[in-house]
């Protein structure tokens, strides 16, 4: 045995235990009952801390593309930093990079990067937007593919021309390709001709700060995320892919995702951490402006929300992290539809959720389910998600006793501010071993640039 994890409080999906768990070759070599472990190089003490799988994180952004464009914001050095340093060992990056891969040769440049740069294990989501491509992006382990339906007014970031659809027919026509090549279909739901009206009528009341934004994108009960879920839900009837939402914020979504898994339609979704913790409060929304947005979430979904997260009509918590400078929040003061959108949150969510759990709102077990098992479940991520003897030994300790407070000056990220500042969390992670060496110990990410690996993902047909 290469290395013992003695004694701490083991949490999988399904239950919680005092184990330790020993790993040999990068691989979980065995669970063991608290004094009848077998010898070990190396002893970590767990005792008083849990041990969880590594989170597997399917929606992330990490800006860097192969041509220069975004890296300002964050790179895939730096994002990994954070993912280390919270607990995810697989980051899963979404394609709104320059330019964005939708071809095979631009996917393999990608790919490259990450070789070269990736801390924590990694893979990423083309755009389908290339009929003929499609085929050739499938062949490469890749975990799923990405729309955005929403196409950005007054801005050209992070909904970049080229790579939002919401003509239906094409949605249609990319759906069929996917459930041809059994490859997951993620799509950020958005209703674009409805947001164009409801824009409008802001616009013309000279209603354009960030507030005038957040109460647009959940105008009318957040009727431009119900219509658009609707619509892809009757779709993927249509061609039978394996569909995943986005972006899962109000409680009618919630009902319409329900209603389809009822009927046996092959549809998952996530919901972000934004919608649990940040936008789902008004006062969060006035005091941080577009430093708060993602999307305002108010405040009458949250218990059809916890509800769904709980029950698992939601099935996964995804990050969205979307890294942004402060100028670039800035100008959301004046004009919330200038300002770029999305939180980084990958550095913190797994306290939030662990501290959500210690307050009652979920379960351990179902946090650990759906940070990890059960995204690698629907999407196949291979040796992934779960502290089973055979597994890549992915294992974070964390601390769920001690209370720390979320700090600007421990931000990983480069643009160095978090919406989260000033929070008192439990949950922090001590320790994240990723295939069995520390890539995040003592406070200090210590994974090698390149350590990374292809998170390789294989679809049951
Ligand atoms: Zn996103």
Known sequence: MDSLIKNGLLVTSTNQIQASVGSKDGLIAGIYDPGEEPKANEIIEAEGLAILPGAVDMH??????????????????TSTQQCAAGGVTTSVAMPNVNPPPNTLDLLKKQFSIYESDSIVDWNFNPAPTVNDEIPLLAKQGIAAFKIFMVVDTGRNYPHMPGIG???????????????KVNIPLMIHPHDQALMDVIEKEFWERQERDALAYAKAYAAHDGVIWETAIATVLRLQRAAGCHLHILHTQTSGSVDLIRQAKAAGQKVTCEINPWALFLGCDWSTIERLGSYALSYWVPEKNAPGLWEGLNDGTIDIVATDHAPHTSEEKEIGWQDGWKAHTGTPSTQFY????????????????????????????IFGVQNKGDIVPGNHADIVLVDLENEYEIKDEDVLSLTGWTPYAGRRLRGKTILTLLRGKPVYKDGKVVGDKGYGEQAIARQST
Do not use: W
């Open 60 to 77: 992330s952004h990490h800006r860097q593309g192969s041509e220069p464009g975004f890296e300002y914001k964050d790179t895939i050095y």
């Open 165 to 179: 659809v919401h003509d239906h027919g094409r949605l249609l026509e990319i759906m069929q390709h996917c459930a």
């Open 350 to 377: 797994i306290s939030m959720l662990l501290t959500a759990a210690l307050e009652g709102k979920i379960s351990l077990e179902r946090v650990v389910d759906a940070v990890a098992t059960n995204p690698a479940k």
